[in-house]
């Protein structure tokens, strides 16, 4: 028995026992919200082992019990990550990027300054498209008058997303005309890699922020992203975290969900405008406030 920690085996490969998946699903729950559903046994322990390999660990449950005695540390921080999946675009679900230049920008435009929060900014991507999407919309006052607010649980995903280098293949999609104005090539031993250029970075501030836990006094925000996120919490915490943020848009303030996400059946003050798109009640304003 490890001290302060659940039982582990001496198998050396993969395998969880029920209490150990049981402890597992409670740490995570409490920890991140994520809800680990019965069935999920696999996936979690071929996750962890893969982190218990590439830490020294000689079993999955090795490693839990290592993360148990960790915590609020690194070796927690690990496991949330490992839990969820990283996975995102530059761009993705581009009917978001319509609406924002549409719609959101023409008010935001004519305002002495303001911040849009991407609250599950994972890797990077997203709060990179909408940089971008604001340079190309708002020209030479991009600077003065926009911030991005990116934030994720995960430490180690934010260290990715704030140097913002990403490998070639990941802008296929764009044109060379977009990479040559955005992005500077790497050379060397980052030959293959591009970075962004200053001008874009400069626009995002990047923290750690746990969903679970109170949220600051910063906003309110016109606009704030939450995508592909939901999709790890139970009902309950949901309603928790959409409540949260609600409270954290200004009156008309849209948020932004993951296209395969939805609020329905869900508790909460939001009006539906379109696909993945909810607004606050009230009018959002233009010019100073």
Known sequence: MLSGGVGISNSGDARLSPHVFAAVKDLAYRTAGIDLQIGKQEMVAARLWKRARALGYASAEEYFGAVQRDHGGELELDLIDALTTNF????????????????????????????????????GEEPYSIAVTLLEE????????????????????????????????????????????????????????????????????????????????????????????????????????????????????????GHSESLNGLSHRLEHVQVAVYRKQGELKAGNN
């Open 88 to 123: 995102t675009s530059f761009f993705r679900e581009p009917a978001h990027f319509e609406f924002l230049k549409s719609t959101i920008l023409p008010k935001l435009r004519t305002r002495s300054n303001f911040t849009i929060w991407t609250a599950a900014s994972s890797t």
């Open 138 to 257: 708002l020209g030479a006052e991009t600077g003065r008058l926009a911030k991005i607010r990116a934030s994720d649980i995960s430490t180690k995903v934010l260290k990715r997303a704030e140097a913002g280098v990403y490998p070639e293949e990941r802008f296929q999609r764009l044109s060379q005309d977009w990479r040559r104005r955005y992005l500077l090539r790497g050379t060397g031993s980052r030959e293959g890699e591009f970075r962004f250029r200053p001008e874009v970075r400069e626009l995002i501030r990047f923290e750690r922020i746990n969903l679970m836990e109170p949220l600051s006094a910063d906003g309110p925000f016109p606009l704030i992203f939450l995508r592909n996120i939901m999709i790890y919490f139970d009902r309950p915490t949901q309603e928790k975290v959409i409540a949260a943020l609600t409270a954290k848009l200004e009156p008309g303030g849209y948020l932004f969900i």
